[in-house]
């Protein structure tokens, strides 16, 4: 059984839904990334689940507890903030002493903030106020405080919003060890897509209200299952172009593209096709099937790859994002041939948005 | 029209607050922006990169130094009479005028027909993708859209010297890389001379033909982004430029029998490289030095057979690109891959640095020695 489950749960404001039949389940030690654009419910998921916010239908369980009649202090769950929230006359140690004072004894209590404090690198500040603490320190004081009291559920929302790039960067690499040691179960709350990539077992994309898709970071990205979830992750964000299949291949103005032999059965289907940048590689010539003809309108590096803006005879304009340090770049205004490797060709039906997928099943 | 040349000749900026301590907020500055240009100033916050576009524009005096356009000293003139075009992040949409009014408003002054004005505002409309808002008031569009207004403004008029201040901070991140490409292709199709400033090394990198990397109001470096990535002038710029950052490695230098050898500090592994391999000139200068930090950018650590020993702590994939976090002694290093690889944490791992890939800065100064075997 999962020490989180959710099942069915809705939320409304003033009639107005906020999430709809959002189900989840999540283990111990299994870091579950929410993500989604601002104003879809993230926070408020988070907040039902802490018990601050009362659902409007639907039901929380924790460790097979029902928490329909169970106070926030009584569920088990710790939480961390993006704006810190850390009390501003306690000192980092009282700070994260502070949801053990009640069940434990000093000593007790020492030995907990010690070993957390510890683990997180802050043992050196335990005596500093939060005002003397760096925007770092302050985030992890945070989640020492979330840690402390091994809770069942940690609740994290975006913890790393407020922090610069290095530090952001470096506590990725830090937090899925961390977490895993807690034992709890995570739900990780972010809109940072490589941040959802590179901390999740699995991640569940919130769209306005409801669950796109809840999958490993893999599965999202090579199998989004609709043209909303696969235009959140990457960077450059996928080329979107409407096409149509006809005669298992992918008809666009400038080029037809083989297909995989499943897409056969979507003949005559009006699709939009969705093409990763790093999908799109320079091609020795225009016999290949499926080229495309195009000019480098724009040469743009992004850290080790350079995207390239190119546009193609008919005007469309698209994205190519390539190794810098591979094959020769070409500069603006040089004429190049293009290829796309199937890999990162995903196929939506243009009515509901949904995939087709590669099997002919859908 | 011809492009425009601006040049800075050791300009400060002192601000002065009564009854305090005088700031210096930029300290000898001098840039060559050649025509048509596309110059990003990068920096953290306080570096001085807004100070000297605030003194290119005129919003503020130049406390000593030359600014010139086109060689005519302008730092005396009122912004107005500079002939510049701005898009600021705070500068703000006029909110009683419609989108479509506010680009045109840059245009007022102008002597352009009123269908010369109308195609202008409908092709930067059209690149910007705000073609379905320009009936709309700032209010009633997003923050997004109205930066994207903002540059439309600045973009609209084809000034000899357009300024962009944290231009597309705002900008959504499906449309970022996009609008990107057409900025610049826009801005080298109309020979603009342009400077942009920014924290964000991303929007640098992709729009800058030279980058201005300034800390502490003092110009680090002015150079390529490939240059900087490649050759960066000390440990500073070293650090700040690339995602991950490069990683920093302390290690004390033994030569012995036509071999340089590398120890590291953390870790202990070693690593040796002949003459051949980066060069006797360096060899030379390395002879007297007791230690040194190496620099090998995350993608040019490579994973597989090679002398340093350590052990995975993270392994994350994020789509195009593989980040493997590893120990060394008490400190953690990064190796980038563009395929997708799996390392679980807790292998033990050999890594491997090309001499090509090797930078190697003074410890004390930060002063860079050599990259790739060629001297700095």
């Known amino acids: 059984m999962a020490l989180l489950e959710v099942a069915s749960l809705a939320k409304s404001f003033r009639k107005e839904p906020v999430l709809s039949n959002i189900s989840l389940r999540a ?262 099937p499926g080229a495309i003809a195009a000019v480098v309108e724009a040469v743009t590096p992004l850290n080790e790859r350079t995207v390239l803006l190119l546009k193609a005879q008919s005007g469309w304009e698209f994205l190519a994002s390539l190794p810098s340090s591979g094959a020769a770049i070409p500069e603006a205004g040089a004429r190049v041939v293009v290829a796309i490797r199937p890999a990162g060709l995903h196929l939506f039906d243009r009515e509901t948005g949904r995939r087709l997928s590669p099997d002919g099943i859908g | 029209m011809m492009a425009s040349e601006l040049v800075l000749e050791h300009v400060d900026k002192v601000y002065r607050p009564r009854g305090k301590q005088p700031v210096v907020a930029v300290k000898d500055l001098s840039l060559d922006i050649r025509p048509g240009e596309i110059t990003a100033l990068l920096g953290s916050s ?9 003194m290119i524009a005129g919003f503020e005096d130049v406390s000593a130094g030359a600014i010139r356009l086109d060689g005519k000293p302008i730092h005396t003139l009122p912004p107005a009479r500079r002939g510049v075009a701005m898009a600021f992040e705070a500068y703000s949409l006029y909110p009683p005028l419609t989108i479509r009014e506010n680009i045109d408003f840059a245009l007022r ?44 403004r600045a973009l609209v008029r084809n000034a000899k010297l357009c300024l962009l201040d944290e231009p597309m901070g705002q900008l959504e991140p499906q449309l970022r890389a996009m609008l990107r490409g057409r900025i610049k292709h826009f801005l080298r199709s109309h020979a603009s ?5 920014t ?9 800058a033909d030279r980058i201005a990397v ?76 007791e230690r040194v930090t190496i620099g090998v950018r995350p993608h040019a650590l490579r994973l597989g ?28 290093v990064v190796s980038v891959s563009h395929e997708k690889i799996r390392a679980p944490a807790g292998r033990e791992i050999t890594l491997s640095i090309h001499p090509n890939d090797l930078h190697v800065f003074e410890s004390d100064t930060g002063r860079a020695i050599a990259h790739g075997g060629r001297m700095a």
């Not at chain 1, 199998?223 to 992750?233: I, T």
């Not at chain 1, 979507?266 to 010539?285: K, M």
């Not at chain 2, 789509?319 to 400190?331: F, I």
């Open chain 2, 46 to 54: 306080g570096c001085g990169k807004t100070s000297t576009l605030r």
């Open chain 1, 27 to 288: 283990n111990a030690g299994e870091i579950i990334v929410v993500f989604g654009p601002s104003g879809t419910g993230k926070t408020v998921l988070l907040r039902l689940i802490a018990g601050l916010e009362e659902p409007s239908a639907g039901a929380i369980a924790i460790d097979g507890r029902d928490m329909a009649d169970v106070p926030p202090e009584q569920r088990g769950v710790g939480m961390a903030f993006q704006n810190f929230a850390l009390f501003p006359h306690m000192t980092a140690f009282e700070n994260i002493a502070s949801p053990l004072r009640s069940s434990r004894a000093n000593g007790m209590v020492n030995s907990g903030v010690s070993k957390v404090a510890k683990l997180l690198k802050i043992d050196h500040v335990l005596s500093h106020a939060p005002r003397e603490l760096s925007n770092g320190q302050k985030q992890r004081t945070s989640l020492a405080r979330a840690l402390a009291a091994s809770p069942k559920i940690l609740l994290l929302d975006d913890p790393l919003r407020n922090v610069d790039a290095k530090l952001r960067f470096e506590m990725r690499l830090e937090l899925p060890r961390l977490l895993r040691q807690s034992g709890s179960a995570v739900l990780y709350v972010t809109q940072d897509y490589k941040e959802a990539m590179a901390l999740a077992d699995r991640i569940a994309v919130l769209l306005d209200g409801v669950l796109e898709q809840v999958a490993t970071p893999d599965e999202i990205y090579n199998a989004p299952h609709s043209l909303a979830v696969a235009r959140l992750f990457g960077d450059p964000s996928i080329n979107v172009i409407d096409s149509r299949i006809e005669g298992g291949r992918l008809a666009l103005a400038d080029a037809t593209i083989p297909l995989e032999a499943g897409y056969s059965a979507y003949n005559g289907r009006d699709v939009i096709a969705g093409i990763r940048p790093e999908a799109v590689a320079l091609a020795s010539d225009v016999n290949v």
């Open chain 2, 214 to 289: 300034m800390e502490d109001g003092v110009l680090q470096q002015y150079a390529t982004p490939a240059e900087l990535k490649n050759r960066p002038a000390n440990l500073f710029v070293g650090a700040f430029i690339g995602e991950p950052p490069m990683n920093l490695l302390a290690a004390r230098v033994d030569i012995s029998d036509s071999r340089i050898r590398f120890a590291l500090e953390e870790g202990g592994s070693v690593l040796a490289f002949t003459d051949s391999e980066i060069g006797v000139a360096l060899r030379d200068r390395l002879r007297g030095l």
């Open chain 2, 193 to 197: 001379t342009t400077i942009l400033v």
């Open chain 2, 199 to 207: 924290h964000d090394q991303t929007e640098a990198n992709a729009l």
């Open chain 2, 305 to 332: 057979e090679g002398p340093i020993r350590a052990r995975v702590s993270s392994c994350q994939w994020l789509g195009d690109q593989t980040h493997v976090a590893a120990e060394l002694g008490t400190m953690t």
């Open chain 2, 109 to 152: 002054s102008s002597r352009l027909s009123a269908a010369e004005r109308k195609r202008r505002v409908h092709e930067v409309a059209e690149l910007l993708e705000i073609s379905d808002i320009l009936d709309k008031y700032p209010a009633f569009v997003s923050g997004g859209q109205q930066q994207r207004a903002g540059l439309g």
